[in-house]
């Protein structure tokens, strides 16, 4: 059975950080595309950012750009997002997902296989 579980979320002020991480289990870490999406109250999901089988290519929504960093460690099953310089607008619950895939469909929510519940991150102002 395959499990993603996220943890690392909080309440943090504007302008401080925090280091998500996402677990995975029941699935052959190294052969899945990693992505993390947020959803804030009243909104549709969004994409956030995704990381290549290797690691070597990211890719990131516009807002994050230069603030978030995607990352994983593929001998421990882990994928992370470090999240700097944090926005009341970055408040959301954010969720990591696995995805076989290999297009350029990444910030395209339906196109992953596997998905954690997630973990709320509150930015206060």
């Known amino acids: 059975q395959v499990q993603l579980v996220e943890s690392g979320g909080g309440l943090v002020q504007a302008g401080g950080s925090l280091r998500l991480s996402c677990t995975a289990s029941g699935l052959t870490f190294s052969s899945f595309r990693m992505g993390w999406f947020r959803q804030a109250p009243g909104k549709e999901r969004e994409f956030v950012a995704a990381?290549?089988?290797?690691?070597?290519?990211?890719y990131y929504v516009d807002s994050v750009k230069g603030r978030f960093t995607i990352s994983r460690d593929n001998a421990n099953n882990r994928v992370y997002l470090q999240m700097n310089s944090l926005k009341p607008e970055d408040t959301a619950v954010y969720s990591c997902?696995?995805?076989?895939?290999?297009?350029?469909?990444?910030?395209?929510?339906?196109?992953?296989?596997?998905w954690g519940q997630g973990t709320q991150v509150t930015v206060s102002s």
């Open positions: 990381i290549s089988l290797s690691g070597v290519s990211t």
């Open positions: 997902a696995a995805r076989r895939r290999y297009d350029n469909n990444y910030h395209v929510g339906a196109t992953y296989d596997y």
